[in-house]
């Protein structure tokens, strides 16, 4: 049994690195990022296992013998203002079992670079890298609120961005992989249950909403003669969620609202809005998204305005592994949740190119990317003794 207070022991030399009054602060390609990675190193170091940053700038931690490996990781990126489990838990329990499986299995750690995306919006780069399905020239002209590219941030890193296209080389090196996360729903505290394996991760897309009106004064301008952006904006945003129907496990939310010109006495004359749609099945979203179209369509004739809709990302989800899954499972003995996970992972994009499979933690507080994020390490130790179990049987 893996001790919850060498995870806690591990998770502590975390716990300076990027933490404000408000939460942790550890975007990627920063100076937390960076001693973060030095926290890794020293980690795999006094494991014997050597460090490397692949052409994605993700961290690994080798073991001695020639690869393939089996490998178990998670990212150690934070959102601002994020909690101290999202991310971390999963590498510091990846140690853990690095460290309970030494000698018996070939087990390399990975800390997938910005997986939360919150900084250059590019959330799970470091794995959409790895197996090829990353606009590279889109990412890499992408800049932060200080203007500042991501190819000049990686460059800081010494990581090249030329040759981000040849990130896939290093995949070959992986046989299987498995992610402990922190629960990011209440399922697992109401079933009462320290943990739960993931099937499959929910069908998602982002929608992105350009709406164009006419700025105009807020007091003389008769309502017959608007073309508020803003008041369509509305409109829309109620209807989206409207259209997801009475199944509870479909949620719509609009994310980010921009408003020009912004004044208070001025009607809107341009809205660029985001909406994020999930469900467990891609299909019912595919569906949602056409019936927007015709709503939007019919919303920009009424209300004399243009808009545009287009899909800023989307993902179909995917089933984890069954040999994985059957693994996970039979570690843990006895009945296991089986979850759908409605967010995105590192393991679930690895999951597209090899056998991947995850574990959740118990989250009491059901929430995450907030300091109010929770776990109970005695948990999270019987996740790792889970994870190292299986893996024994995946060799």
Do not use: K
């Amino acid at each position: 049994m893996i001790a919850a207070a060498a995870i806690e022991a591990r998770l502590a030399g975390l716990d300076a690195i990027g933490r404000r009054a408000d939460g942790f602060h550890r975007l990627a390609w920063t100076a937390e990022d960076r001693a973060a990675g030095e926290w890794f190193a020293a980690q795999a170091e006094a494991l014997g296992l050597s460090v490397e940053r692949d052409l994605a700038g993700n961290l690994w931690a080798c073991p001695r013998t020639p690869p393939p490996w089996l490998a178990v990781g998670s990212h150690l990126d934070t959102v601002a203002a994020g909690g101290r489990w999202d991310g971390a838990l999963g590498v510091a329990c990846a140690f853990a079992v690095a460290e309970a499986v030494s000698g018996e299995l070939p087990l390399a750690v990975i800390s997938f670079a910005d997986e939360e995306g919150g900084r250059f919006n590019t959330p799970t780069f470091g794995s959409r890298a790895l197996v090829g399905r990353l606009d590279a020239a889109e990412a890499l002209a992408r800049a932060d609120a200080g203007a500042v590219t991501m190819a000049a941030a990686m460059r800081a890193f010494g990581v090249d961005p030329a040759r981000l296209a040849d990130a896939p080389s290093a995949l070959a090196r992986v046989a299987a992989f498995v992610e402990i996360h922190i629960d990011q729903s209440r399922e697992l505290a109401e079933a009462g249950a320290p943990i739960g394996v993931v099937s499959a991760l929910a069908g998602r897309t982002r929608v992105a909403v350009e709406i164009d009106g006419e700025a105009d004064h807020a007091g003389t301008t008769r309502r017959s003669e608007r073309r508020d952006a803003l008041a369509a904006a509305a409109r829309l945003i109620v209807a989206a969620e409207e259209l997801a129907g009475a199944d509870a496990r479909f949620v719509v939310t609009p994310t980010r609202l921009l408003v020009e010109p912004n004044a208070l006495s001025t009607i809107p004359g341009a809205v660029r809005l985001w909406l994020d749609a999930r469900a467990p099945e891609i299909a019912a979203v595919d569906a949602w998204r056409a019936a927007l179209d015709e709503h939007a369509a019919a919303l920009a004739l009424e209300r004399r305005v243009e808009i545009r809709l287009s899909t800023a990302s989307r993902s179909p989800g995917i089933r984890f592994d069954a040999r994985v899954r059957e693994a996970l499972e039979g570690a843990v003995g006895g009945s296991v949740p089986q979850q759908v996970c409605f967010a995105g992972h590192d393991a679930g994009v690895l999951a597209e190119r090899v056998p991947a499979g995850m574990v959740l933690v118990r989250n009491p507080s059901g929430v995450s990317h907030s300091p109010a994020e929770a776990v109970d390490v005695a948990d999270a130790a019987v996740a790792a003794t889970a994870v190292a179990a299986a893996l024994g049987t995946l060799r």
